[in-house]
């Protein structure tokens, strides 16, 4: 029996923002396994038409009704004025999302997450949106708990991203999630795209670009991939920039908005991760081989960062496999 493909409707508000519509129509909508689509996505709207920031206009496919079989709904960035400027939903847009239904998951890019918000979904959860609304959010939805120093929230059923880019990260998070780290790297590969941005990672980094002429710190971190099972000190690092560990520091955190030691720890489990929902090795060998050294020590990272120990992640990811591969139904959500 072939798995009912999972679907997707992407929610295209008036005035919808130009830059975050198509996301999930390009992450998902190419996501593949033995060469069969692993999600319908479709784009659909309450009117036939929508405007785009961009400066044009849409005529949408769907209407409606896309929202009643969807088994996640997501909503992009827009400029919609009664949602983001004062918090309520427009009458036609609440009625629409009350034909979502109860299983589904629910998604937002960008200020997409003015919509959920509005909707009520949100409150007492934790969520971001682009840190430039931050202040606008927090005055228009005081129950929500936001963070917006964050590229994107999994609350499991409810799943928020920070502005713009950071939309690809949450849509290739999800493909990992349904469907492990291969299909989303292809994904990601296809795309020309970061294959993963830690979720956790700051949104706003004063001077992401580096001066060349000063010399920057992407040599040393394309050193630290490659070592990742030997101990890596700062020292280290700098040394490859012929740097002193002082100024080093100082640009790694201009370039990437963390601490060396911070960023290498993010690698070293986003490694680890890879090898759990990929390999069989034992727990003590994934550990060696990320460099986080020894089982209890990868016991106690994920358990900080993800809340499960490694054999529980690596069941999770048995089990998703296990339901695509055979043929138990639709994707949980």
Request: net charge neutral.
């Amino acid at each position: 029996m072939t798995n009912p493909v999972h679907r997707v409707a992407v929610l295209a508000l008036d005035e919808v923002v130009g830059f975050d519509l198509p996301m999930a129509s390009q992450i998902l909508g190419e996501a593949r396994r033995d060469g069969e689509p692993l999600y319908d996505v479709r784009v659909c709207g309450v009117e036939p038409t929508v405007r785009v920031t961009s400066g044009y206009r849409l005529q949408l496919d769907h209407g409606p009704e896309a929202l009643a079989e969807a088994d996640t709904v997501i909503v992009p960035g827009t400029r919609c004025v009664p949602v983001r400027r004062d918090g309520v939903l427009p009458p036609a847009v609440a009625e629409a999302l009350a034909l979502v239904p109860e299983h589904a998951r629910w998604m937002s890019i960008c200020t997409g997450a003015f919509v959920l918000a509005a909707a009520g979904r949100l409150d007492g959860r934790r969520a971001t949106t682009h840190w430039a609304r931050a202040a606008d959010f927090r005055r228009l939805f005081p129950a929500v708990e936001l963070d917006e120093d964050v590229l994107f929230v999994d609350e499991g059923d409810l799943l928020t991203s920070a502005g713009l880019a950071a939309g690809i990260d949450l849509c290739l998070h999800v493909l990992r999630r349904d469907h492990g780290s291969d299909v989303a790297n292809a994904v990601a590969r296809y795309s020309v795209v970061a294959p993963w941005r830690d979720g956790g990672q700051a949104q706003f980094i004063a001077a992401p670009v580096p001066d060349d002429r000063a010399g920057g710190t992407a040599t040393a971190r394309a050193w630290a991939l490659e070592h990742l099972a030997e101990p890596v000190a700062v020292a280290d690092l700098a040394a490859v920039c012929t740097m002193s560990v002082r100024t080093f520091t100082r640009r790694f955190r201009a370039e990437t908005g963390r601490s060396p030691a911070a960023w290498l720890l993010a690698q070293r489990l986003a490694h680890a991760r890879h090898l759990l929902e990929t390999t069989t090795l034992p727990v003590d060998r994934v550990a060696t081989a990320a460099g986080l050294g020894s089982a209890s020590s990868l016991r106690a990272h994920l358990g900080a960062t993800l809340g499960v120990s490694p054999l529980a992640y690596r069941r999770r990811w048995a089990s998703s496999s296990a339901a695509v591969d055979g043929g138990a139904g639709a994707h949980a959500v």
